[in-house]
């Protein structure tokens, strides 16, 4: 007969039993949580970025301006917000309407044997705005055209593909650009870009360049660097252009801006007629922000309002703020 099991023992068993059964529920409930907050947070970025397309819907609509978006995506976010338990709003302002031909388009530049020379002059013109030393100009500007052609051969100063597996960095494109950020991992383009930063404009290259569009430099939406360095002009010469552009309003962008090619002084015609255009583009590039909570999305989308269509649209990423 074996011998009962005294309290004490039974008592430890016990106690044993009960904290085991406690860790496991414990480590249940944290998983649970841990899934929770997940799903909740998954929630809110939805949210978010569905506030964020109301902004890109509203911007289709071929009444509202530069000028009007500001006001009508304030008043609209108000209406947004009835209904809502957390604070709900999406902002989309003046600077974040502009057309996308006021940039200068790479692929159209960089894709055609027969436009190479007239890409190097027009780089070397804006790099040389932006304050890049010459060295570091001649060079990305080579390594950008072997990154876009076809071959495996090197310019003077370029580079190709066993360059790039010489500096672990990936391979070239051989093709046109697909998305802007592939330019951080050409050859160069880092210290350009940082040279530019610093300049004397402090310039963010990213709102600069496109790959969208007919090639032609909107004169009715570029930036003064864009319009000197495709004309071939020296920098500063298009100020006056875009002082008048301005219109009453001083205000770039808006319904009396004034477009007055012959101020371009010095520009054959046949050059300004073959790289710039002078009417308003249909291609806009918007950034919606939508904020629900404390959860905040950049939606940035390229539209045609005629007929009224998204052409692209994606999530801008943070370091592109």
Same mark, same amino acid.
């Given at each position: 007969?074996?011998?009962?099991?005294?309290?004490?023992?039974?008592?430890?068993?016990?106690?044993?039993?009960?904290?085991?059964?406690?860790?496991?529920?414990?480590?249940?409930?944290?998983?649970?949580?841990?899934?929770?907050? =997940?799903?909740?947070?998954?929630?809110?970025?939805?949210?978010?970025?569905?506030?964020?397309?109301?902004?890109? &819907?509203?911007?289709?609509?071929?009444?509202?301006?530069?000028?009007?978006?500001?006001?009508?995506?304030?008043?609209?976010?108000?209406?947004?917000?009835?209904?809502?338990?957390?604070?709900?709003?999406?902002?989309?302002?003046? =600077?974040?309407?502009? &057309?996308?031909?006021?940039?200068?388009?790479?692929?159209?530049?960089?894709?055609?044997?027969?436009?190479?020379?007239?890409?190097?002059?027009?780089?070397?013109?804006?790099?040389?705005?932006?304050?890049?030393?010459?060295?570091?100009?001649?060079?990305?500007?080579?390594?950008?055209?072997?990154?876009?052609?076809? @071959?495996?051969?090197?310019?003077? &100063?370029?580079?190709?593909?066993? @360059?790039?597996?010489?500096?672990?960095?990936?391979?070239?494109?051989?093709?046109?650009?697909?998305?802007?950020?592939?330019?951080?991992?050409?050859?160069?383009?880092?210290?350009?870009?940082?040279?530019?930063?610093?300049?004397? &404009?402090?310039?963010?290259?990213?709102?600069?360049?496109?790959?969208?569009?007919?090639?032609?430099?909107?004169?009715?939406?570029?930036?003064?660097?864009?319009?000197?360095?495709?004309?071939?002009?020296?920098?500063?010469?298009?100020?006056?252009?875009?002082?008048?552009?301005?219109?009453? @309003?001083?205000?770039?962008?808006?319904?009396?801006?004034?477009?007055?090619?012959?101020?371009?002084?010095?520009?054959?015609?046949?050059?300004?007629?073959?790289?710039?255009?002078?009417?308003?583009?249909?291609?806009?590039?918007?950034?919606?922000?939508?904020?629900?909570?404390?959860?905040?999305?950049?939606?940035?989308?390229?539209?045609?309002?005629?007929?009224?269509?998204?052409?692209?649209?994606?999530?801008?990423?943070?370091?592109?703020?």
């Amino acid at each position: 007969m074996r011998p009962a099991a005294s309290p004490g023992v039974a008592l430890v068993v016990v106690l044993w039993a009960v904290g085991l059964i406690s860790s496991a529920l414990l480590g249940l409930s944290l998983m649970f949580q841990s899934q929770l907050d =997940q799903e909740v947070a998954a929630l809110q970025n939805a949210r978010a970025m569905l506030v964020a397309e109301s902004g890109i &819907q509203m911007c289709l609509h071929r009444e509202i301006g530069p000028e009007d978006v500001e006001e009508a995506s304030r008043q609209l976010s108000q209406r947004l917000q009835n209904g809502w338990r957390v604070p709900v709003e999406f902002r989309v302002g003046m =600077q974040n309407f502009q &057309q996308e031909e006021g940039r200068l388009d790479l692929n159209y530049w960089l894709t055609d044997p027969a436009r190479e020379k007239q890409a190097q002059a027009i780089l070397q013109n804006l790099f040389a705005g932006w304050g890049v030393n010459l060295d570091t100009s001649v060079r990305v500007i080579d390594c950008l055209l072997d990154w876009t052609d076809p @071959d495996n051969f090197s310019r003077a &100063q370029g580079a190709e593909e066993e @360059d790039y597996r010489e500096n672990k960095m990936g391979r070239p494109r051989n093709g046109a650009l697909e998305d802007l950020r592939e330019l951080e991992s050409v050859l160069g383009w880092r210290e350009m870009a940082e040279q530019a930063r610093q300049g004397p &404009q402090a310039v963010d290259w990213r709102s600069k360049f496109t790959l969208y569009g007919s090639g032609k430099l909107s004169l009715k939406a570029a930036d003064q660097d864009l319009i000197e360095a495709v004309l071939g002009m020296a920098p500063g010469s298009a100020k006056n252009f875009i002082a008048v552009r301005a219109g009453p @309003d001083g205000r770039q962008g808006t319904k009396d801006d004034v477009v007055n090619p012959g101020l371009l002084s010095g520009v054959r015609a046949e050059v300004l007629q073959e790289r710039t255009s002078v009417g308003e583009a249909d291609l806009w590039r918007v950034s919606s922000t939508g904020k629900v909570g404390e959860v905040k999305r950049v939606l940035v989308a390229l539209l045609s309002r005629n007929p009224p269509q998204v052409m692209a649209r994606w999530l801008q990423e943070e370091e592109e703020k």
